[in-house]
């Protein structure tokens, strides 16, 4: 393991983990008079893969997150952020501030094994990100910032016009593709150094580890030029399948599980209310796993070890964070930094109610579909229903910590903001605190413009709500909309019409009372104003791509 105890000249820095709200002025023109600064901030934009809204301890959780917990005690945490419901429409929409459909990615992208698997031929479905949009990175080097990215991509593979570099970052290391193994990452989902193919390197090798040691390496070559501030997107695989983590983490929660998920859920709801995560009136969804009292104690046993390893790895994505405030703290950066931290979606339910692949890899090297199944993903969401691929809450709720000590004023330090955000905001945010200019043109091709709002007012404790339009979701024919409190979902059924539901979020945030019936004005107006938007963002009907997937398959 590299050690890193070099005093850093970084000049103002700026983490971001994930969220963001709105701002009708010029915010990074209010901080630098205020903080007497001449040099734009440093960004450092940080996502989690795959986690619960309350895994972590300052949302509830269980798994030990002192890092984490300790900025949101020292910070700002949102009940209420967003974001795309799956991995890759999810990074889209974060890196270009667009709805994914607009940016090209309005299903998955292409993988290593297939380059045409989600290219439709269809503008929203291109399975890339395509020239009608910019990444934050392209944005930020017309500011003169060193663009830098460590982790996992995601956003196109086949290609290398696609990959990071091409899209605006000066430097990278990561994974292209979707997910891969933790412990040996090689071949087609192996890693990437800048537009090459390595192997990993070292005995020990972890992915996390890894992420962060090149992240900290592109970060301190980057302070050997003062005048040139950086953005880093730090994008961790952890805790995404497979399940894999060193033994002396899984350690630390081995046998903590075996009072099964119903308590725990329960545990975590209680917790919730106590801590303020959750408001007194948000009720707690019906349990949506397998009886636990009907496993046998070898199974007992299993869903135990699964849910070790998984808690393991959100551990160590923490320690890893902790390094990367060690680093802001040597340099004497932290006072000037604003962290941001969010995940790419809600839980994962994919594997089936117990999980998917092998017991026998369990706490080994091997396996790569490894997960913990429905019945745990049901109490990471605590207290929502869903998962990742839905649009109900439990499938696009995150949480949201910000850390800013020079723009968080003391009397909203350790507290929560009720002002909702999703992922478009991030670019507007990061465009207001740079000073950077999003531009109508980028190399030849018209820029469709920014759907979000700035969250810097909330941010500097302006509790105002920062969207006054609605914001919308798709993904596989789930569907949302958020208007104010009120919030119109529905879940796909291949072949059927859209059964709206309708929910007061204010009321009922956990979605269990369905005013649909009650106020069927309320429901035709909000629908007409999704397929409105649908029409404009490039969203197609889910049979369609199903019908074009299936002809595929049939060639």
Request: charged content about 25%; hydrophobic content about 35%; aromatic content about 12%.
């Given at each position: 393991m590299m050690r890193y105890t070099t005093k850093l000249s970084i000049g103002f820095a700026i983490i971001v983990t994930t969220v963001i709200t709105g701002a009708s002025f010029t915010t990074?023109?209010?901080?630098?008079?205020?903080?007497?600064?001449?040099?734009?901030?440093?960004?450092?934009?940080?996502?989690?893969?795959?986690?619960?809204?309350?895994?972590?301890?300052?949302?509830?959780?269980?798994?030990?997150?002192?890092?984490?917990?300790?900025?949101?005690?020292?910070?700002l945490r949102f009940r209420q952020f967003y974001n795309g419901a799956r991995c890759?429409?999810?990074?889209?929409?974060?890196?270009?501030?667009?709805?994914?459909?607009?940016?090209?990615i309005g299903h998955m992208t292409n993988d290593p094994e297939d380059s045409t698997a989600f290219q439709m031929n269809l503008p929203g479905y291109q399975g890339a990100l395509n020239n009608k949009c910019v990444t934050i990175a392209e944005v930020l080097k017309t500011a003169g910032y060193q663009t830098l990215m460590?982790?996992?991509?995601?956003?196109?593979?086949?290609?290398?016009?696609?990959?990071?570099?091409?899209?605006?970052?000066?430097?990278?290391?990561?994974?292209?593709?979707?997910?891969?193994?933790?412990?040996?990452?090689?071949?087609?989902?192996?890693?990437?150094?800048?537009?090459?193919?390595?192997?990993?390197?070292?005995?020990?090798?972890?992915?996390?580890?890894?992420?962060?040691?090149?992240?900290?390496?592109?970060?301190?070559?980057?302070?050997?030029?003062?005048?040139?501030?950086?953005?880093?997107?730090?994008?961790?695989?952890?805790?995404?399948?497979?399940?894999?983590?060193?033994?002396?983490?899984?350690?630390?929660?081995?046998?903590?599980?075996?009072?099964?998920?119903?308590?725990?859920?329960?545990?975590r709801f209680n917790r919730m209310r106590k801590m303020g995560v959750i408001l007194p009136s948000v009720k707690l969804t019906e349990e949506d796993g397998v009886d636990w009292e009907k496993l046998t104690p070898e199974k007992k046993?299993?869903?135990?070890?699964?849910?070790?390893?998984?808690?393991?790895q959100i551990d160590r994505m923490d320690q890893n964070i902790g390094r990367i405030i060690a680093m802001l703290e040597q340099s004497g950066q932290m006072d000037n930094t604003l962290i941001l931290f969010l995940a790419d979606n809600g839980a994962c339910a994919e594997g089936g109610q117990l999980g998917g692949g092998l017991k026998e890899n369990l706490g080994s090297?091997?396996?790569?579909?490894?997960?913990?199944?429905?019945?745990?993903?049901?109490?990471?969401n605590t207290p929502f229903k869903k998962y990742k691929h839905w649009v109900n809450e439990g499938?696009?709720?995150?949480?949201?910590?910000?850390?800013?000590?020079?723009?968080?004023?003391?009397?909203?330090?350790?507290?929560?903001?009720?002002?909702?955000?999703?992922?478009?905001?991030?670019?507007?945010?990061?465009?207001?605190?740079?000073g950077a200019k999003y531009p109508t043109q980028f190399k030849g091709n018209s820029i469709l413009p920014m759907e979000g709002k700035s969250l810097m007012p909330?941010?500097?404790?302006?509790?105002?709500?920062?969207?006054?339009?609605?914001?919308?979701?798709?993904?596989?024919?789930?569907?949302?909309?958020?208007?104010?409190n009120f919030k119109l979902v529905c879940e796909y059924e291949a072949g059927k019409p859209k059964k709206w539901e309708l929910y007061?979020?204010?009321?009922?945030?956990?979605?269990?009372?369905?005013?649909?019936n009650a106020l069927p004005n309320q429901v035709a107006t909000m629908s007409a104003a999704y397929e409105k938007w649908a029409s404009r963002a490039g969203v197609e009907p889910f049979d369609k791509i199903r019908e074009i997937m299936a002809a595929r398959r049939k060639k």
């Open positions: 990074y023109d209010v901080v630098k008079k205020s903080l007497k600064i001449d040099k734009a901030p440093n960004i450092l934009l940080i996502l989690a893969d795959d986690m619960g809204y309350s895994d972590i301890g300052c949302y509830g959780g269980e798994v030990s997150t002192p890092n984490l917990d300790r900025l949101a005690s020292n910070g890759c429409p999810t990074r889209a929409s974060l890196l270009t501030g667009l709805y994914p459909h607009q940016a090209g460590s982790g996992k991509w995601h956003l196109g593979y086949n290609g290398l016009q696609r990959w990071p570099l091409q899209r605006g970052f000066d430097k990278y290391y990561g994974i292209l593709a979707g997910a891969t193994n933790y412990f040996e990452p090689t071949g087609s989902r192996g890693l990437t150094f800048m537009n090459e193919h390595v192997e990993p390197k070292g005995e020990n090798f972890y992915l996390t580890d890894a992420i962060t040691d090149n992240a900290i390496d592109f970060m301190q070559q980057s302070s050997k030029n003062a005048n040139a501030p950086f953005f880093m997107y730090l994008a961790y695989t952890s805790p995404h399948w497979p399940l894999q983590a060193f033994k002396k983490d899984i350690d630390r929660y081995r046998g903590k599980y075996k009072t099964g998920w119903k308590k725990l859920r329960e545990e046993d299993e869903m135990d070890y699964r849910m070790a390893i998984y808690a393991a090297k091997r396996g790569y579909l490894l997960s913990y199944g429905q019945s745990w993903a049901n109490v990471s499938g696009i709720s995150t949480p949201l910590i910000v850390h800013y000590p020079k723009g968080i004023s003391n009397a909203t330090k350790g507290k929560f903001t009720d002002q909702y955000g999703f992922l478009p905001d991030i670019m507007a945010t990061i465009v207001d605190v740079s909330v941010i500097r404790g302006k509790e105002k709500s920062v969207h006054q339009q609605p914001i919308f979701w798709e993904h596989e024919g789930n569907a949302a909309m958020r208007d104010g007061d979020l204010l009321k009922d945030r956990s979605e269990t009372h369905d005013l649909a």
